[in-house]
Nanobody, 121 residues
Framework: QVQLVESGGGLVQAGGSLRLSCAASGSIFRINDMGWFRQAPGKQRELVAVVLSGGNTNYAGSVKGRFTISRDNAKNTVYLQMNSLKPEDTAVYYC???????????????WGQGTQVTVSS
């Protein structure tokens, strides 16, 4: 079994910062990409940021320059540092990992349970 456990969400005022963490555990052979999506009420889930296995990163235009994604491969953990938060960043944030389980050869996406981020104006 593989689990992704997120932490770090909460309530913050506009202009503030939060740091999300997501740790993957279980029978993992290798993790390729890790990243974050978010879903606001009444909207589709959207990609926020992704960090590839080699360290390259990609961001949604709406968060570029404010959010920073990073990963610690030794801990199978991905982070999202969110600065200059805006009310429109309010959403449930989901982490994901594209990985190969031990004893298998195929890539599979695993998701965290989601963590609420609320930014008040």
């Amino acid at each position: 079994q593989v689990q992704l456990v997120e932490s770090g969400g909460g309530l913050v005022q506009a202009g503030g910062s939060l740091r999300l963490s997501c740790a993957a555990s279980g029978s993992i052979f290798r993790i390729n990409d890790m990243g974050w999506f978010r879903q606001a009420p009444g909207k589709q889930r959207e990609l926020v940021a992704v960090v590839l296995s080699g360290g390259n990163t990609n961001y949604a235009g709406s968060v570029k320059g404010r959010f920073t994604i990073s990963r610690d491969n030794a801990k199978n953990t991905v982070y999202l540092q969110m600065n200059s938060l805006k009310p429109e960043d309010t959403a449930v944030y989901y982490c994901y990992a594209d990985l190969i389980r031990s004893g298998t050869i195929g890539l599979t996406d695993y998701w965290g349970q989601g963590t609420q981020v609320t930014v008040s104006s």
